[in-house]
């Protein structure tokens, strides 16, 4: 199921909250007194730590699996894969054959017709 460019910038959003959060505990901890009292601010900021970088973790998780259906179901990947068979299939074909320059040039170019069609890939 393709994602909505909505969704990717709402999960970019969440992303940034959750980072700013994570770092405005680090800046609390590195600078509140140590304590092993788990009531203290120190111990509270450790936990906190600990549950934003597990949310962060699954957040990164998420959208990669965002990003992945998105792909799946967009036309680039067709295109990716039908560029790649037929650069396969010169690159067989030239080394079965004496190698010319327009041959290993022609091979060259399907090659990277595949390369720039993974640059118009989302995520690059």
């Known amino acids: 199921m393709a994602i909505t460019t909505n969704s ?12 700013q959060d994570l770092q405005s ?4 901890l590195a600078t509140a007194p140590w ?3 788990p009531a203290s ?3 509270l900021a450790e936990a906190e730590q600990t549950r934003l970088t597990a949310a ?5 998780v998420t959208g990669l699996q965002q990003i992945n259906e998105e792909i799946a179901d967009g036309p680039l990947i067709a295109e990716i894969n039908a ?20 041959g290993i040039t022609r091979a060259v170019d399907l090659a990277t ?12």
């Open 113 to 124: 017709g595949v390369v720039s069609q993974f640059n118009k890939l989302p995520f690059l």
């Open 35 to 37: 304590s092993a009292d």
């Open 83 to 102: 560029l790649s068979a037929r650069a396969k299939q010169e690159a067989t074909l030239i080394a079965n054959a004496v190698k010319t320059v327009t």
């Open 41 to 43: 601010p120190y111990a």
């Open 8 to 19: 990717l910038a709402a999960w970019t959003e969440t992303n940034e909250t959750l980072t």
């Open 25 to 28: 505990v680090l800046t609390f």
């Open 56 to 60: 962060i973790h699954q957040h990164a």
